[in-house]
């Protein structure tokens, strides 16, 4: 039996897990999914040892960069991201093990928000600096589309919430919440954009599903934008994962 498996802590309800399981059931692939909930990525080299059947993982919060030191190799999108969320195990002719980490999370985003673009959307705000933001980053960029980060707090290469100026609104169509505001329970928060400023040629697009729409998304319809939530991301992202695994 193949093995599979989620690096994180916590996990609580894994999407993951539910979604492969159910995955291999309805395909009657001989595998199983289990969650390595570890409190510190060193214990990385336990679940190694103690499941020397595993084919693969994914890693989350919090060890998305945390784990790259324990990897032999990296593909291009994750060493440009600087996070991984694929690992893929190969063995060598000697039966040595090799980790290679992958991003799927970009792949996810590119394949999910590239239908809605159009030739009007030429820049973008990314809300939130996290690690989900850097491959929002590149994916953009990948995509032809310029991108600009906002934070709470001056950093960087970043601009504030409150540096966003009508003309930024303007040009900036696009713009892509990978924060947690919004997030169930929480669905009366929002990031602090000039929502008023929101037209209907302005591209919303929200990382959360649950809800499946946010606050930050409902604002941006009531002004006639187009708006999208990060469901179909995760779903491209697993799919993009199990390729991975295969090839």
């Known amino acids: 039996m193949q093995k599979y498996g989620l690096l994180g802590y916590p996990l609580g309800h894994s999407f993951s897990k539910t979604y492969f399981n159910q995955k291999f059931e309805a395909e009657k692939i001989d595998a199983e999914y289990i969650n390595f909930e570890i409190p510190n990525i060193k214990e990385i080299k336990s679940v190694l040892k103690e499941n020397p059947e595993l084919n693969g993982l994914n890693v989350t919060i919090p060890y998305k960069e945390q784990v790259i ?75 032809g589309i310029g991108a600009t980060l906002v934070s709470r707090k001056h950093k960087e290469f970043c601009i504030t919430y409150e540096e966003i100026t009508p003309e930024i609104m303007k040009q900036y169509t696009v713009i892509v919440n990978t924060t947690p505001l919004g997030m169930y329970p929480h669905i009366d928060t929002c990031p602090d954009i000039p929502y008023d400023l929101i037209t209907s040629g302005h591209l919303l697009y929200d990382l959360l599903y649950n809800p499946d729409e946010t606050l930050f998304m409902k604002k941006g319809k009531e002004r006639g934008a187009t708006v999208k939530n990060g469901l179909e991301m995760l779903l491209l992202q697993a799919f993009a994962a199990w390729e991975i695994w295969q090839k």
Do not use: M
Not at 82 to 88: D, S, T, W
Not at 122 to 132: D, Q, R, S, Y
């Open 69 to 143: 030191p324990y990897l032999d190799d990296l593909d291009d999108d994750a060493r440009l991201i600087g996070a991984v969320n694929v690992i893929k195990f190969t063995k060598s002719r000697f039966g040595k093990l090799k980790l290679k980490g992958y991003n799927s999370d970009i792949i996810g985003f590119k394949q999910s928000i590239e239908p809605l673009l159009n030739e009007t959307h030429h820049k973008a705000l990314i809300l939130g600096t996290g690690g989900a933001s850097k491959a929002v980053f590149h994916g953009l960029k990948q995509l």
